[in-house]
């Protein structure tokens, strides 16, 4: 069965950009490295990151059949020239950009709600995985109880300020499960499961 799994880099302090929108602290640790792991799509780019990060990569790469995100990261990835390197992308909005969808493009636009979106997406995984980028997105599955693990790449950085990966959560306090813990370089990853009330 297809897992909804929040993927998302963040500072030790909480921010997944700093105020100006930047991510460049948080995503340091794709660069950390010597191993090669390319990354297709549209945009295609090539991290280089430590060995146990790369086996996390690899292992991502392998499970994600599909991505969910919100317009913000869709905006701010470029479209990602078109198609997501994970597979088809499906972003949530209240409108759809000028000058899409795009022909041959993998990149689908809901705007009929979060609830929606997860549906499309698993159905577009073909029985892997749902990464989900973007806080809000992430917060908005949260809150309709659609997220089955929290996976996080805590950067080895305090940003003080900017963009909190869980601000707006309904139903909280929330327990999750026993994290399964990956050391890197400049990254600690952390993947929670989130239980079920």
Known sequence: MSKVIA???MSLDGFVADPEDGVAEVF????????????????????????????????????IGAMLTGR????????????????????????????W?????????ITDGIESAVTRAKAAAGGKSVGVHGADTIQQCLNAGLLD??????AAVLLGSGIRLFDRLAGTPMVLGNPKVIQGIGV????YP????
């Open 101 to 109: 969808p795009r022909p041959d493009s993998t990149v689908h636009f």
């Open 7 to 9: 993927l998302m880099s």
């Open 72 to 99: 913000r990261t869709f905006d701010k990835a470029g479209g990602w020239g078109g198609n997501h390197a994970w597979g088809p992308a499906f972003v949530v909005t209240h409108k759809i950009p000028e000058g």
């Open 149 to 154: 693990e929290i996976h996080v790449d805590l």
């Open 194 to 197: 989130v239980l079920k009330k």
């Open 28 to 63: 340091d640790w794709y660069f950390s490295g010597d191993v090669e792991i390319p990354i297709g799509g549209g945009d295609p780019m090539t991290f280089r990151v430590s060995p146990p990060s790369a086996g996390h990569l690899r292992g991502l790469i392998t499970e």
């Open 188 to 191: 600690t990853h952390v993947r």
